[in-house]
């Protein structure tokens, strides 16, 4: 059990490097296409890549978020409330959360094969196959619906989930 515990961390982190890494991309990416226009060249399809740069950091994001505490959470409500109904609280949160997150990652995969099977193409300057920037939504998709799952059966056995605050909180100063 601890190797798998290792591995999902790892590949949580993992995940949330290649979206910093992404996002590192955006902006060398902008840099460049104002450097062309400095220049008086064309850097084509420089938007369209930037944009699935971004997608892809958003998508790789997610699972890494959730375990460091970046999504939103109705924390209120679950302090207010008894640790039995907290506990019910969390473990229907986690399980709706869960199933929407597998019924897209179904959903975007077969999204993604049509895209691959019709062989498209984007309509910007880039052409681009457009599977290729789609896998990304399977691929952030699974790993948030791992993370989601990972959750649940962590309340489940242990009576709380995995996330944990990872910022510093403010007090008004």
């Known amino acids: ?3 798998l515990r290792r591995v999902l961390d790892l590949l949580y982190s993992a995940a949330g ?3 910093a890494l992404c ?3 955006i902006l060398s990416l902008i840099v460049a296409q104002m450097i062309a226009r400095w220049t008086g060249e064309i850097f084509r ?4 890549y930037a944009g ?3 997608a892809a950091a958003s998508f790789f994001a997610f699972a890494s978020a959730l375990n460091r505490g970046a999504h939103i959470r109705v924390s209120v409500l679950l302090n207010a409330v008894s640790p039995r109904f907290k506990y019910a609280l969390e ?5 709706l959360a869960s199933a929407i997150a597998w019924y897209f990652t179904y959903y975007a995969y077969w999204f993604v094969y049509w895209s691959w099977k019709f062989n498209e193409v984007s309509q910007g300057q880039d052409a681009s196959l457009l599977w ?3 896998s ?3 691929i952030g998709g699974g790993l948030l619906a791992i993370a989601l799952t990972d959750n649940l059966i962590h309340v489940l056995l242990k009576g709380k989930h995995r996330i944990v605050r990872d910022t510093v909180e403010s007090h008004g100063e």
Do not use: H, R, S
């Open 136 to 138: 990304v939504m399977v």
């Open 17 to 19: 490097v290649i979206a």
């Open 132 to 134: 290729i920037p789609q």
């Open 23 to 25: 996002l590192i991309a």
């Open 52 to 54: 699935y740069a971004m």
């Open 45 to 48: 399809g420089a938007p369209d």
């Open 91 to 95: 473990i229907w949160c986690f399980a």
């Open 1 to 3: 059990m601890k190797i």
